[in-house]
């Protein structure tokens, strides 16, 4: 059997359409991905065989072939573990699944359990100019994933409730936007709540205790 799960990646921030291709059919036992894989996508076989196995199915004794499509685009990180597993369940016949205009994106543990990727933002951003009306991510970037408009977007803390909701089961919950404090709180911004930017963050620390401008203290360090 043949299923089609759509899933979303990055070149650099510009975030593209992937189509999981799974095909499912008899043969030599075996599980390959093919599609330009890094070594992370590589190893999702791996985690999704142990997945399936742990949510109670039996995984079949067949061929099956993944493909990423575009084929000519390499693909990075364990972002394409959940659409994989789904596919997988979907093509092997274990579950009839609902995937229609709907993205998946998240890593699962070997128990079935999804964790966060990073990038979640901008692939979600362009769910609905690439004609996908829904898009499923893990519950941990699921504060991340709300901010996005004109598409709806759903987390999930384990494989077996996505699979249960593609199959008509209970709604997932809708991911909530993380609240932005206001302008008018009695707490000033504070750098230790900038995230990354360890260089640009002691530049000013040192401008602000020596009482540099920062604009000179930029023109030093070119110096």
């Known amino acids: 059997m043949y299923c089609?799960?759509?899933?979303?990646?990055?070149?650099?921030?510009?975030?593209?359409?992937?189509?999981?291709?799974?095909?499912?059919?008899?043969?030599?036992?075996?599980?390959?991905?093919?599609?330009?894989?890094?070594?992370a996508v590589k190893e999702s076989r791996d985690r999704v065989k142990s997945a399936i196995q742990n949510l109670g199915y039996k995984l079949p004794e067949?061929?099956?072939v993944a493909n990423l499509a575009p084929a000519d685009t390499k693909k990075q990180g364990s972002v394409y573990d959940l659409p994989l597993l789904l596919?997988?369940?979907?093509?092997?016949g274990l579950e009839e699944l609902d995937t229609a205009e709907t993205a998946v994106i998240g890593e699962i543990g070997l128990s079935g359990e999804l964790r966060g990727v990073a990038g979640v933002l901008p692939m979600v951003l362009a769910a609905?100019?690439?004609?996908?009306?829904?898009v499923i991510v893990p519950a941990q970037n699921a504060g991340e994933a709300?901010?996005?408009?004109?598409?709806?977007?759903?987390?999930?803390?384990?494989?077996?409730?996505?699979?249960?909701?593609l199959?008509?089961?209970?709604?997932?919950?809708?991911?909530?936007?993380?609240?932005?404090r206001s302008a008018g709180t009695s707490q000033p911004p504070d750098l230790m709540d900038?995230?990354?930017?360890?260089?640009?963050?002691?530049?000013?620390?040192?401008a602000a205790a020596g009482g540099h401008n920062l604009l000179t203290l930029w023109y030093k360090t070119q110096l």
């Open 167 to 180: 199959k008509g089961g209970p709604s997932l919950p809708h991911a909530k936007s993380i609240p932005v």
């Open 128 to 134: 609905r100019e690439m004609g996908l009306r829904r």
């Open 87 to 92: 596919g997988v369940v979907s093509a092997g």
């Open 62 to 64: 067949y061929k099956i």
């Open 146 to 165: 709300a901010v996005a408009e004109d598409v709806e977007v759903f987390c999930a803390a384990h494989a077996k409730e996505v699979i249960a909701f």
């Open 194 to 206: 900038v995230k990354g930017q360890g260089e640009a963050r002691r530049a000013m620390e040192i």
């Open 4 to 39: 089609v799960v759509a899933s979303l990646g990055l070149t650099g921030i510009d975030p593209y359409r992937v189509s999981v291709e799974v095909d499912v059919r008899r043969g030599m036992p075996g599980f390959d991905i093919v599609g330009l894989p890094d070594a």
